[in-house]
């Protein structure tokens, strides 16, 4: 499968962006989904992740209440409504699919990337 992210861009402090990860190839429906960050000499780290059915959503402490994962499995797209933004939110984004649940939080246990999106947040 290959995702392609988009939407990011350079917001102040407070606003809001919502990025996109469309994907080809194979149906997203098959896979979970998840959103990972990378800021300027950090190491990639896990933002939000959301099961095959939609049922289960994770978030990083750091985001919750702000950030809202979501599907659209006929649309073959995955979601990330980031509200509130913070200085500190400012990374390139980048989409992953195929997990095993139990290891969502691992970026090398994701099978499929997206290229990255870069979100600036301004103070």
């Known amino acids: 499968v290959q995702l392609q992210a988009s939407g990011g861009g350079l917001v102040q402090a407070g606003g809001s962006l919502r990025l996109s990860c469309a994907a080809s190839?194979?149906?997203?429906?098959?896979?979970?989904m998840g959103w990972f960050r990378q800021a300027p000499g950090k190491e990639r780290e896990f933002v939000a992740a959301?099961?095959?059915?939609?049922?289960?959503?994770r978030y990083t402490d750091s985001v919750k209440g702000r950030f809202t994962i979501s599907r659209d499995n006929p649309k073959n797209t995955v979601y990330l409504q980031m509200n509130s933004l913070k200085p500190q939110d400012t990374a390139v984004y980048y989409c992953a699919a195929g997990v095993n649940w139990s290891r969502y939080m691992e970026a090398a246990s994701w099978g499929y990337w997206g290229q990255g999106t870069l979100v600036t947040v301004s103070s």
């Open positions: 190839g194979r149906t997203v429906r098959a896979y979970s």
């Open positions: 959301i099961s095959v059915a939609s049922t289960t959503t």
